[in-house]
Every structure is written in structure tokens, then in C-alpha cells.
């Protein structure tokens, strides 16, 4: 039996955190539960939504003093469509004010900001504003933020493969050269290394469709909190049982110990 050759970038090693523990470079977090925090408190989910940007900001702020390099936020996914009008009406309109008054903020705290997904999908002033926010914070060199918006990693995943389809077309790359590599680099996450650890809130344990690709070695962590109760408290609390696990990347306790040594 072989070992898998997937990721295609070799796991990168671990950054030192608070604790002197190894802490996760890439963190990737499903953001669920605002409607039901909302509607436990008798409130709109338009207002649920606004307290989930609070626990964005919270989270941003712990993340980078952790150390977490790329942190990637499932913002909107490609079914999130499908939800009432009115919601998504009131989804966009945080988008785009979170891109008008947040990025500034970002920008001044050296974090690079990245929209993966399907932008063609939103309103011309909220491509516009992605644009300027990512044009903005290009140069950063701190924690880079992924905002996964119109995502999904079927989407991703399918639009890599006609990618390579159409080189293989014009005759520009033969078939035998697509390998795990190729599709990796060809992805609309390029940029973004494989994903150490995905939360999701709100006890939902399922990936709903976010970062299918990039997840393939991730450890895997449920909260029960509703995504407005998660704090930079419960992020200290999924870092540290994630510096508790061991990722053994498909061999025995034995090799890892032996490449410890």
C-alpha cells in the first residue's frame, strides 16, 4: 500500500503558539448558527447576521495573535441562494458594508485580504468593492484573510478540471501531465495552503460543500456555540484542542516519532 500522495504541498510545519504548542497555520472556519442564535432571543436573522460579524472581528483579532497565518471564513456558499429573498437581500447589504468599513481596519493591522468564489454571481458594486479591498491589501504581510463568498468546492473543484480541459484542447498540456499538482495549482484557492484545522459552530458536523479540496487532511473540530457566542475565548479553546491531536498524514505513530527524533 502507498502512502497518499495528497497534499500536494508538503504539510507545512507548525508556528509556536501562546502555550509553547504547535499551533495551526491555516485555519478554516464554517460559520454557522446565526439565525438560531437570533431567533432564541426572539430577534430577525438579519440581526443574528450582525452579531456574527462581532465574531468575526473577535476571531480576525485572536487568529493573527496567534500566530494562524491564512485565516479563511465560509462567508456565503453557492447554495446560500436558495435561502428567502429577504435574507440574502440583507446578507449582501453587510457584504458590502463590511467591505466599505472593515478593510481599512484590516489594511491599517497588515492583514491581506482574498474573496475566493464565483464574484460574478453579486452586484457590480460589491465586485467593484472586492476589487479595492484586495487591490488595497495586496502588499500586506500579515495574517492573510480568505473570505469565501459565492463558494463552493464542487464549483471549485469542477472549475479547475475545465481549466485544465481547455489547455489539454489547445494542445497546450498533455493528459499525463494532470496530477494532483496541476489541479492543486489550477484551484480558485491556489494561493491558499491546505487547511490544518476547520471549526464549525453551532454543532452541526458536517463541511456543507466548503474547501472540499483543501480539506483532505484537516482536523476536523465541532463547537456547539451559535457563531455570535464564538469568541476569541472559544477560538483559544479549538487551537488548544488542536494542539492536543497528532496528524499522522496517512502513517503509524512510529514514523512520526521516528521523524521527531
Same mark, same amino acid.
Given at each position: 500500500?502507498?502512502?497518499?500522495?495528497?497534499?500536494?504541498?508538503?504539510?507545512?510545519?507548525?508556528?509556536?503558539?501562546?502555550?509553547?504548542?504547535?499551533?495551526?497555520?491555516?485555519?478554516?472556519?464554517?460559520?454557522?448558527?446565526?439565525?438560531?442564535?437570533?431567533?432564541?432571543?426572539?430577534?430577525?436573522?438579519?440581526?443574528?447576521?450582525? &452579531?456574527? %460579524?462581532? =465574531?468575526?472581528?473577535?476571531?480576525?483579532?485572536? /487568529?493573527?495573535? +496567534?500566530? !494562524? @497565518?491564512? $485565516?479563511?471564513?465560509?462567508?456565503?456558499?453557492?447554495?446560500?441562494?436558495?435561502?428567502?429573498? &429577504?435574507? %440574502?437581500? =440583507?446578507?449582501?447589504?453587510?457584504?458590502?458594508? /463590511?467591505?466599505? +468599513?472593515? !478593510? @481599512?481596519? $484590516?489594511?491599517?493591522?497588515?492583514?491581506?485580504?482574498?474573496?475566493?468564489?464565483?464574484?460574478?454571481?453579486?452586484?457590480? =458594486?460589491?465586485?467593484?468593492?472586492?476589487?479595492? /479591498?484586495?487591490?488595497?491589501?495586496?502588499?500586506?504581510?500579515?495574517?492573510?484573510?480568505?473570505?469565501?463568498?459565492?463558494?463552493?468546492?464542487?464549483?471549485?473543484?469542477?472549475? =479547475?478540471?475545465?481549466?485544465?480541459?481547455?489547455?489539454?484542447?489547445?494542445?497546450?498540456?498533455?493528459?499525463?501531465?494532470?496530477?494532483?499538482?496541476?489541479?492543486?495549482?489550477?484551484?480558485?484557492?491556489?494561493?491558499?495552503?491546505?487547511?490544518?484545522?476547520?471549526?464549525?459552530?453551532?454543532?452541526?458536523?458536517?463541511?456543507?460543500?466548503?474547501?472540499?479540496?483543501?480539506?483532505?487532511?484537516?482536523?476536523?473540530?465541532?463547537?456547539?456555540?451559535?457563531?455570535?457566542?464564538?469568541?476569541?475565548?472559544?477560538?483559544?479553546?479549538?487551537?488548544?484542542?488542536?494542539?492536543?491531536?497528532?496528524?499522522?498524514?496517512?502513517?503509524?505513530?512510529?514514523?512520526?516519532?521516528?521523524?521527531?527524533?
Amino acid at each position: 500500500m502507498t502512502s497518499p500522495q495528497f497534499p500536494t504541498r508538503a504539510p507545512h510545519d507548525a508556528s509556536p503558539a501562546g502555550t509553547g504548542e504547535s499551533s495551526p497555520l491555516h485555519v478554516a472556519i464554517i460559520m454557522d448558527g446565526n439565525n438560531r442564535w437570533a431567533r432564541a432571543r426572539g430577534l430577525s436573522g438579519v440581526r443574528g447576521h450582525r &452579531a456574527g %460579524v462581532e =465574531a468575526v472581528r473577535a476571531v480576525i483579532q485572536r /487568529a493573527a495573535e +496567534r500566530g !494562524v @497565518k491564512t $485565516l479563511s471564513l465560509f462567508a456565503f456558499s453557492s447554495e446560500n441562494w436558495k435561502r428567502p429573498a &429577504a435574507e %440574502v437581500n =440583507a446578507l449582501m447589504e453587510l457584504f458590502l458594508m /463590511a467591505l466599505k +468599513r472593515e !478593510v @481599512k481596519k $484590516l489594511h491599517e493591522r497588515n492583514i491581506r485580504l482574498s474573496v475566493i468564489g464565483e464574484q460574478q454571481g453579486f452586484s457590480h =458594486a460589491i465586485q467593484k468593492h472586492i476589487q479595492r /479591498a484586495e487591490a488595497l491589501t495586496a502588499d500586506n504581510t500579515g495574517m492573510h484573510l480568505v473570505i469565501a463568498a459565492n463558494y463552493g468546492g464542487h464549483w471549485d473543484i469542477a472549475r =479547475a478540471s475545465r481549466a485544465l480541459a481547455e489547455q489539454v484542447a489547445a494542445g497546450a498540456l498533455d493528459p499525463k501531465e494532470i496530477d494532483e499538482t496541476r489541479l492543486d495549482q489550477a484551484m480558485n484557492t491556489a494561493e491558499v495552503p491546505p487547511v490544518d484545522l476547520c471549526i464549525r459552530t453551532s454543532g452541526e458536523q458536517r463541511l456543507s460543500n466548503f474547501l472540499l479540496w483543501q480539506l483532505a487532511y484537516a482536523e476536523l473540530y465541532f463547537s456547539p456555540l451559535y457563531w455570535p457566542d464564538f469568541g476569541a475565548q472559544a477560538f483559544d479553546g479549538a487551537l488548544n484542542e488542536f494542539c492536543s491531536r497528532r496528524r499522522r498524514f496517512g502513517m503509524t505513530d512510529e514514523q512520526i516519532e521516528a521523524q521527531g527524533a
